[in-house]
């Protein structure tokens, strides 16, 4: 318990204060600096507009790609953006960067994932640090104010699904170099971030309720078989949903930093081309 605190009623009562003997506050640092540690490194990442082009790799943070820009480093190529170069209005203070598109969209995702939500309300605002644990004087309005974006997560899933079919479709376009079959250990990076996302994806609670919600009867006919086949599924996967949330989060990372570290020549990608 923190000395100056007061107990009430079998609670003790101050930021920080607790019965709790066990280390507590070890999940709340780990948490706190995994949150700051892999956002920080793909938001810096997402400003960087270059290294995320390794052929035939292209990272997470870029794609799919819209725009691209005409020349840098590691830049995503003309013919593989959607429309081609950067317009020339783009604002001179601004990286070109494709990961300000559609990629944006799973920080939308995780944003206002009901695990972040926990994850970050904990980290960062200490309202409270841990259960059992006082938290911080901060007058909690949930997500009627401030925080009202994050009853957006229902409709970002359908982003986030639509992204996960750009993601499986470059896992797959890594076995062809210059449209010859082949494999790498990129390859491997970029089908295991897939899987990885899947799983994160097909264990939100938004995906559980679309496919399994609203019925009464999951048995009735051929469709609510299937769909309670499904529910069952994406049930094992929510009660891994925080595990996988970390996982995806730390592959992402990863696979955006193996691109960048080959696409930069600091390492030579063993493959069979
Ligand atoms: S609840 Fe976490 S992704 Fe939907």
Redesign the pocket.
Known sequence: MSGGSASIGGHVSGFAATRRSDGWWQGWALTAGGLFLFFGYLTLRAFTGKYYWADPYISPVASPPLFTPVNGPGVVPLHHAWFGAFPSFWPRFLPQSPAFFIPGLAIA?RAT????RKAYYRAFAATPPACAVGGAPLKYRGETALLLFQNL?RYV?YGALLLLVFLWYDAFAAFFRNGKFGIGVGTLVLIINATLLSG??FG????RHLIGGKLNCFSCDGASKTRYKIWKKSTWLNER?MLF?WLSLFWVAFTDFYVMMVSSHHITDLNTW
């Open positions: 995702f994932c009901y695990y972040y997560h899933l994160y994806t939100c609670h938004s995906w949903h949330a």
